[in-house]
T-cell receptor, first 109, second 114 residues
Framework: QKEVEQDPGPLSVPEGAIVSLNCTYS??????FMWYRQYSRKGPELLMY????GNKEDGRFTAQVDKSSKYISLFIRDSQPSDSATYLC?????????FGQGTELSVKP | DTAVSQTPKYLVTQMGNDKSIKCEQN?????MYWYKQDSKKFLKIMFS???????INETVPNRFSPKSPDKAHLNLHINSLELGDSAVYFC?????????????FGQGTRLTVV
């Protein structure tokens, strides 16, 4: 069993839809939770970063962490074609990032 | 002005060859990493260096040897390349080795072993 599980998709939604991306993890020692976005043929870039359980909002993006359930989510409101990318959850422990497999998202105009 | 730059961007080589990938960061960060992304987009850490010292070596075969001449550079040399080494290799850097700060990734080096 991988330490971080993420449904690889692909996920296809119409423009304007609300997107929900999720990861589960098994290691309760994880302290920091991140979402990276990776466009095709590019390196990952940090999108959201949270430490504690609860919600964090940044524009159209909301990151949610539930440590008791070992579950994190990323919500994208009013999705745009420019949001089409692979979204990777990541968790940090001991100086390294443990990534989920990434969910490929396509937003159709 | 690129923050983390890798060369080359593409590398096609035959099995058994030796190749190197170079990485440089101009962010003034102390910590640099090599990650490998396989064909299923799974991204896994290989090495991390903090101020030129090896901090993490994630059970990578001995054929892979990182070298950090200074804290702004981290190169990766691969000996006796195998088909299974085909992947995208990403260099990254962060301001602290705990990685509770943002890691900045390069654009990747797409290695194809034939």
């Amino acid at each position: 069993q991988k330490e971080v599980e993420q449904d690889p998709g692909p996920l296809s939604v119409p423009e304007g839809a609300i997107v929900s991306l999720n990861c589960t993890y098994s290691n309760s020692a994880f302290q920091y939770f991140m979402w990276y976005r990776q466009y095709s043929r590019k390196g990952p870039e940090l999108l959201m970063y949270t430490y504690s359980s609860g919600n964090k909002e940044d524009g159209r993006f909301t990151a949610q962490v539930d440590k008791s359930s070992k579950y994190i989510s990323l919500f994208i409101r009013d999705s745009q074609p420019s949001d089409s990318a692979t979204y990777l959850c990541a968790m940090s422990q001991g100086g390294k990032l443990i990534f989920g497999q990434g969910t490929e998202l396509s937003v159709k105009p | 002005d690129t923050a983390v730059s890798q060369t080359p961007k593409y590398l096609v080589t035959q099995m058994g060859n030796d190749k190197s990938i170079k990485c440089e960061q101009n962010l003034g960060h102390d910590t640099m990493y090599w990650y490998k992304q396989d064909s299923k987009k799974f991204l896994k850490i290989m090495f991390s260096y903090n101020n030129k010292e090896l901090i993490i070596n994630e059970t990578v075969p001995n054929r892979f040897s990182p070298k950090s001449p200074d804290k702004a550079h981290l190169n990766l040399h691969i000996n006796s390349l195998e088909l299974g080494d085909s992947a995208v290799y990403f260099c990254a850097s962060s301001s602290g080795w705990n990685v509770n700060t943002e890691a900045f990734f390069g654009q990747g080096t797409r290695l194809t072993v034939v």
